[in-house]
Nanobody, 118 residues
Framework: QVQLVESGGGLVQAGGSLRLSCAVS????????MGWFRQAPGKERERVAA????????NYADSVKGRFTISRDAAKNTVYLQMNSLKPEDTAVYYC???????????WGQGTQVTVSS
């Protein structure tokens, strides 16, 4: 059974930092793309960052470039999202996902709430 379990969300003041973790189990994702997405109330889901599990190359939404960093630890089967210089507009439920390409994410976590106060 494939499981993606996010953790690390919470309440932080603007300018602060959080690190989200996504623990992956149930299969090998060596050929997969791992992504972080977010959805704020009343808004569409937005891709935040993605990384190739094998190669490690990453890409980011323009709104988070220079502030967020995605990484993965193969030994721990975990994907991270380091979020710095957080803004109130970063407030959302953040989801971890995996798929063969960024447009086809087959596996999703349950989400973790990030709230940034002004």
């Amino acid at each position: 059974q494939v499981q993606l379990v996010e953790s690390g969300g919470g309440l932080v003041q603007a300018g602060g930092s959080l690190r989200l973790s996504c623990a992956v189990s149930g299969r090998t994702f060596s050929r997969y793309i791992m992504g972080w997405f977010r959805q704020a109330p009343g808004k569409e889901r937005e891709r935040v960052a993605a990384i190739s599990w094998t190669i490690g190359n990453a890409n980011y939404a323009d709104s988070v470039k220079g502030r967020f960093t995605i990484s993965r630890d193969a030994a721990k089967n975990t994907v991270y999202l380091q979020m710095n210089s957080l803004k109130p507009e970063d407030t959302a439920v953040y989801y971890c996902a995996a798929g063969v390409n960024i447009g086809t994410m087959a596996y999703w976590g349950q989400g973790t709430q990030v709230t940034v106060s002004s």
